[in-house]
């Protein structure tokens, strides 16, 4: 209740007081998938804007905003570059169609540079994320027939010695393991029937190399996303550089630079700034960072990003993005007191 009034507060509150309080020379946003159709395996992980509501977001970036390219970030880092005042770099996770068929000819449209991060394994459709198998299975669950429902819920139970009972029970564990665990999913996309490798071929959910090389002609950047879309936080250092690595070599002769940005899935938490530091000095391929962290400050190779996807406060000719940044100026400010 009090978090909902101070959120109002906050919201209400107009942005050129939050620019003030919280000094930023760039602002990040992320956005994974703009899309009017029902995506069967996204739906069931996070609400995301139409192209109607996405071409609010670019004209309030317009208005608002000096959209900058990943070039120009790089030359204020590396040489001190001034950036226009209010700069925002705009940027998609993940590699998903919809960015070549619904972003890219909006962006081209209002004139708005972006980066795309790509992950690796995705690219042509070779595989499919596991949270992306997991709201497939989702969707399975939800239209099974009570006759079976039970046979999958006990087997699940029985599998992984948790208590489920009902088909919400099966849903709600479904979603819960999604991000992390893969022989899990796995294991629940064999149970359901789920066709994978047909879904992939026929709904082919992510782009192929060549649009991929598509964007790049029409001046888009393009970064990595990893290799595989693990969760970072979990893994050894040897492990980490060994993904960051292997992803920017592996975008680099698709974007034709011999530097790569790159976005962690999910969130950087838990890996160490010194050893990302230490590799980049190693490996010249390796280019800025970028976390999902809002408007959080971080090392000067991070750039934290504020996330777009979430469509709520969006009305007809009017873009949430205003909200989204009162959300991750408060979130900032509430983490700043808590430390304090
Ligand atoms: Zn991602």
Request: glycine share 6%; charged share 25%.
């Amino acid at each position: 209740m009090l978090g909902r009034f101070i959120e109002r507060m906050a919201t209400s509150a107009p942005l050129s007081l939050w620019r003030v309080v919280t000094k930023r020379d760039v602002l990040g946003f992320y956005y994974h998938v703009v899309s009017d159709e029902p995506l069967p395996h996204i739906r069931h992980l996070y609400p995301y804007k139409s192209a109607r509501m996405f071409e609010n977001d670019l004209k309030y970036l317009v208005a608002n905003f000096n959209p900058i390219t990943y070039g120009q970030l790089v030359e204020h880092h590396n040489r001190g570059q001034r950036l226009k005042p209010r700069s925002a770099i705009l940027t998609f996770d993940d590699g998903l169609a919809e960015c070549y068929s619904v972003a890219r000819p909006l962006l081209l449209r209002y004139g708005i540079p972006c980066t795309f991060f790509i992950t690796i394994d995705y690219i042509g459709n070779r595989k499919m994320g596991t949270d992306h198998k997991a709201s497939l299975c989702v969707d399975a669950v939800a239209s099974l027939e009570d006759s079976v429902l039970s046979d999958v819920v006990e087997s699940v139970s029985d599998h992984f010695d948790t208590e489920l009972s009902s088909r919400l029970d099966l849903i709600r564990w479904t979603v819960s393991v999604a991000a992390r665990d893969h022989s899990a999913v796995d294991y629940l996309c064999q149970l359901l029937d789920i066709d994978v490798p047909g879904y992939l071929a026929k709904r082919r959910p992510y782009m192929s190399a060549d649009e991929i090389l598509g964007l790049v002609r029409d001046g888009f950047t393009i970064g990595a996303h990893s290799l595989g879309h693990q969760e970072f936080g979990s893994m050894s250092d040897v492990e980490v550089e060994r993904d960051i690595v292997g992803s920017c070599k592996a975008i680099a002769p698709l974007s034709g630079t011999p530097q790569v940005p790159f976005a962690f899935p999910f969130s950087a938490d838990g890996v160490s700034r010194d050893m990302l530091q230490e590799l980049r000095r190693r490996h010249a391929c390796v280019g800025m960072f970028f976390d999902t962290k809002g408007i959080h400050r971080d090392r000067e190779f991070m750039v934290n990003r504020m996330c777009a996807d979430r469509p709520e406060g969006s009305a007809p000719g009017r873009s949430n993005l205003a909200r989204r940044m009162a959300r991750a100026y408060l979130g900032d400010l509430v983490a700043r007191l808590s430390h304090k």
